[in-house]
Nanobody, 126 residues
Framework: QVQLVESGGGLVQAGGSLRLSCLASGRTFAGYTVGWFRQAPGKEREFVAGITWTGGSTYYADSVKGRFTISRDNAKNTVYLQMNSLKPEDTAVYYC???????????????????WGQGTQVTVSS
């Protein structure tokens, strides 16, 4: 497992942008599929976006497709989530999660991932 730390959250007006970062430490990041999830108050944690360890494949929830972009820099052990055209309904705590998977899978199931960060709050005002 790796240790994950998210950063970049904050308060932004609707239509604005934020870039979240997920920094991994503890061991090499090679082979790790990374997913971003979010949890709004009173709701279940939901999948937002995922990326394979090579960065060659990505997958997005329909609710963020076309607005969010996931990317990674393995030399920096960091995965990013660029969020544009933010809406109030994007307000949530955002978590990154990881699992070593050389088969290049991306899973939307929370149970697939075995390393989680502590989360970063994103608040979008109307």
């Amino acid at each position: 497992q790796v240790q994950l730390v998210e950063s970049g959250g904050g308060l932004v007006q609707a239509g604005g942008s934020l870039r979240l970062s997920c920094l991994a430490s503890g061991r090499t990041f090679a082979g790790y599929t990374v997913g971003w999830f979010r949890q709004a108050p009173g709701k279940e944690r939901e999948f937002v976006a995922g990326i394979t360890w090579t960065g060659g494949s990505t997958y997005y929830a329909d609710s963020v497709k076309g607005r969010f972009t996931i990317s990674r820099d393995n030399a920096k052990n960091t995965v990013y989530l660029q969020m544009n055209s933010l809406k109030p309904e994007d307000t949530a705590v955002y978590y990154c999660a990881a699992r070593q998977d050389f088969a290049n899978r991306i899973e939307v199931r929370r149970s697939y991932y075995d390393s989680w960060g502590q989360g970063t709050q994103v608040t979008v005002s109307s």
